[in-house]
């Protein structure tokens, strides 16, 4: 009996384990092994391949093949390292964007009245109910040089000529923020409607100002929210795809698009993979990080 | 209250402001109301709190008490009138500018703070210097005796570490006055009364002037100089503990704190004693008491009245007692054992049970009363207080 119980246990604690190595570690291997191949005109378009009929020569003969020539390459075009550069700074400036704009939309939830929070809530989850990019394709209808935001604001008599948004970097930022501001609010709204109304009260009969109460006390209580909804918006957001293809131009450059063209336009599969090795290896320092601090915050036990 | 000769209080005899004329009161309530929307929750409300005072606000959930504290504290304003400190009006000043410190039921200790950090807060917010913010502190965690806990959280404190924090966090500003909003609610029995005793002692050493909120009345009576009896918003009576027990001016009063009977009588006769009535009435058995009121009420002859009489202070005996007054005879129908006191519940009539306390002077074996024995209750001529019905 006993042993059935613990490979019963095996198996429950195991699950989440084979799933990690089926559906992330050995996908990532085969990217990783094609970004050590090279690119060939062949089906599919890269050398070596496994031929198990060689046996060991076989074997030997593929990892000789091997080498880290598309990396070297990633360093040398300065494509790479731009699309990174620019993908780091669209993806750190949108976080703080979203930040900006989340922060005050969670603290007014959190104070709204309790009635009222379950609706709040469900209303910051509404888009999700409609496909991503439909929401996306939207704002080129509202961004566009004659779409609705132009036609309002030369209506209002703001500007005499339609403002260029749509293709440029800003159409990139708005899309990116508007997408992912759920992702910012929730864990936000989460952290913030934990905080104890007495503690502010407290700060106030200590001496605090209303303004100064919440820098000492609400702001550093709402920290683990600002985190974990910098990093939900800010790890998507790196690797974002749809929305530069969509609302950015021509020189919008980031990693996703880039990726994109390597795998569909150029068909260079190895380059690809290397690009997308080295983002998750970029990735990997953030989360890493992430891991740190939560960690630290279970063992202070909140 | 002018003279000594009705007072119930002998123990603190010697400090008692609010019989002086002359002395000014620290706190002043003048015509306090507050309203939410059409909820009243303090109607019309005045009330003096002198300085040293240990005041304490009892009252069901609901009466207003914890209003009455926030007012204090700033955390909500006054619809009319207006509340004075020291004779200055500090009815619109925001809280954090008022001399008031609060002791929170929830502690609201700041979780991202150890505890110097979180007993330091105020001082630190006043801008004082790191040098002196640290002597008090140190002062402070000296008083309540956290000298192996300065730098841990509030989390990994026990619930009478975090009270203590608590504590000498709202002490820290040396306030002129110190609110504490059912300081000892989170524990348990044993360490609640223990605690209650520092409090007064830290509240005497210190020589400040503490309000303490509570709804359990055991606490209030043991702690406080004055109790405000509080019903619906407004004071029902506002008095020291042993007058409250002893001569509370009203049946909800009476009702409020400790145990009680109530038993109709109709007045016979009335006679004047210095400032109080003694008055000679008849039980619907015909039976004869005596009763007094504390002070000149408008009960007259052949007026209906409650008999307030409190258990302890009627005996229970088999053998019938001497005399033909204050006597009732009925048998006992349940008993409360709790130990160091029994309590009789014997019916007397069809619909009336009253309730009398034995102490178990003898040990439970050797009990010489059980259920369905005939008895008498027999009380003091002085035992009874005769309130309006």
């Given at each position: ?302 | 209250m002018t003279t000594a000769a009705k007072s119930?209080d002998s123990v603190s005899s010697e400090f008692s402001p609010w019989t002086d004329s002359n002395a000014t009161p620290l706190i002043q309530f003048q015509n ?13 409300l005045s009330l003096d709190i002198y300085e040293r005072e240990f005041f ?26 207006r509340i004075l400190l020291g004779g200055k009006d500090i ?8 001399p ?76 002129k006055l ?25 509240q005497e050493?210190?020589g400040m002037t503490f309000m ?12 406080a100089s004055r109790i405000a ?6 004071l029902?009576q506002v008095d020291t503990?042993?007058q ?30 210095k400032d ?19 002070e ?94």
């Amino acid at each position: 009996m006993g042993k059935k119980f613990s490979l019963g246990r095996l198996a429950f604690i195991g699950t989440p384990y084979f799933w990690l190595l089926i559906f992330f570690l050995f996908p990532f291997f085969i990217v990783f092994k094609i970004s050590l191949s090279d690119l060939a005109v062949a089906q599919p378009p890269y050398v070596p391949n496994f031929d198990f009929s060689e046996g060991w020569n076989g074997l030997l003969l593929f990892f000789s093949q091997l080498d880290i020539e598309n990396y070297t390459f990633l360093f040398e075009d300065s494509l790479y390292y731009k699309s990174y550069l620019s993908s780091l700074q669209i993806a750190l400036l949108s976080t703080l964007l979203t930040l900006l704009i989340g922060f005050p939309i969670a603290y007014a939830m959190s104070k709204a009245p309790k009635r009222f929070q379950a609706l709040l809530l469900m209303l910051i989850i509404l888009p999700f109910w409609t496909s991503f990019l439909i929401r996306v394709y939207a704002w080129i209808g509202i961004l566009k040089p004659e779409g609705f935001l132009n036609q309002a604001l030369l209506w209002l008599g703001i500007i005499d000529k339609p403002l260029i948004i749509l293709n440029t970097n800003i159409a990139v930022y708005i899309g990116i923020v508007y997408s992912y501001l759920p992702f910012m609010v929730l864990p936000l709204y989460a952290s913030l409607e934990r905080i104890d109304m007495s503690l502010i009260e407290a700060a106030r009969d200590l001496g605090c100002s209303a303004l100064k109460a919440f820098w000492v006390v609400t702001l550093p209580l709402a920290v683990p929210g600002i985190i974990a909804g910098c990093f939900l918006v800010f790890i998507p957001a790196i690797g974002e795809f749809v929305i530069p293809d969509v609302l950015g131009g021509s020189e919008t450059l980031m990693i996703g698009k880039t990726l994109w063209t390597e795998f569909f336009n150029n068909r260079d599969w190895p380059v690809a993979s290397a690009v997308a090795v080295i983002l998750l290896l970029l990735l990997l320092i953030p989360i890493l990080w992430f891991q740190k601090f939560q960690e630290k915050q279970m063992e202070a036990g909140t | 209250m002018t003279t000594a000769a009705k007072s119930y209080d002998s123990v603190s005899s010697e400090f008692s402001p609010w019989t002086d004329s002359n002395a000014t009161p620290l706190i002043q309530f003048q015509n306090v109301t507050k309203r939410y929307g059409d909820f009243v929750a303090i109607d019309n409300l005045s009330l003096d709190i002198y300085e040293r005072e240990f005041f304490a606000l009892l009252g069901p959930s609901g009466c207003g008490k914890t209003t009455m504290m926030r007012l204090l504290a700033g955390f909500e304003g006054l619809t009319e009138g207006r509340i004075l400190l020291g004779g200055k009006d500090i009815s619109h000043i925001p809280p954090n500018q008022r001399p008031v410190n609060m002791m929170f039921q929830s502690y609201a200790l700041f979780p991202h703070m150890n505890v110097e950090q979180n007993i330091g807060f105020g001082l630190k917010q006043e801008g004082k210097s790191k040098a002196e913010i640290k002597d008090r502190v140190e002062e402070l965690i000296q008083l309540v005796q956290l000298q192996q806990f300065t730098k841990r959280k509030p989390e990994q404190l026990s619930g009478g570490q975090r009270q203590r924090v608590a504590l000498a966090r709202s002490l820290a500003k040396k306030p002129k006055l110190l609110l504490l909003d059912e300081p000892l609610g989170a524990l348990d029995k044993k360490l609640r009364e223990q605690t209650q005793f520092e409090l007064m002692n830290l509240q005497e050493q210190l020589g400040m002037t503490f309000m303490i909120v509570t709804h359990d009345q055991e606490e209030a009576m043991t702690v406080a100089s004055r109790i405000a009896v509080m019903s619906k918003g407004e004071l029902v009576q506002v008095d020291t503990p042993a007058q409250i027990y002893e001569a509370p001016k009203s049946r909800y009063v009476a009702d409020f704190i400790g145990n009680v009977n109530f038993i109709g009588a109709t007045v016979d006769s009335i006679a004047i004693n210095k400032d109080a009535q003694e008055i000679e009435a008849t039980l619907s058995n015909n039976t004869l008491v005596n009763a007094t009121t504390t002070e000149i009420t408008e009960i007259k002859q052949g007026d209906s009245i409650w008999l307030s009489l409190r258990p302890e202070k009627i005996a229970v005996d088999k053998a019938e007692p001497e005399g033909d007054r204050n006597k009732l005879k009925g048998t006992v129908i349940d008993i409360g054992y709790v130990g160091n006191v029994s309590t009789y519940h014997v019916q007397i009539a069809e619909d009336v049970i009253v309730k009398a306390q034995r102490v178990n002077r003898n040990r439970l074996r050797n009990r010489q009363i059980t259920w369905d024995d005939e008895v008498w209750l027999h009380w003091n001529e002085d035992a009874a207080l005769a309130l309006d019905k």
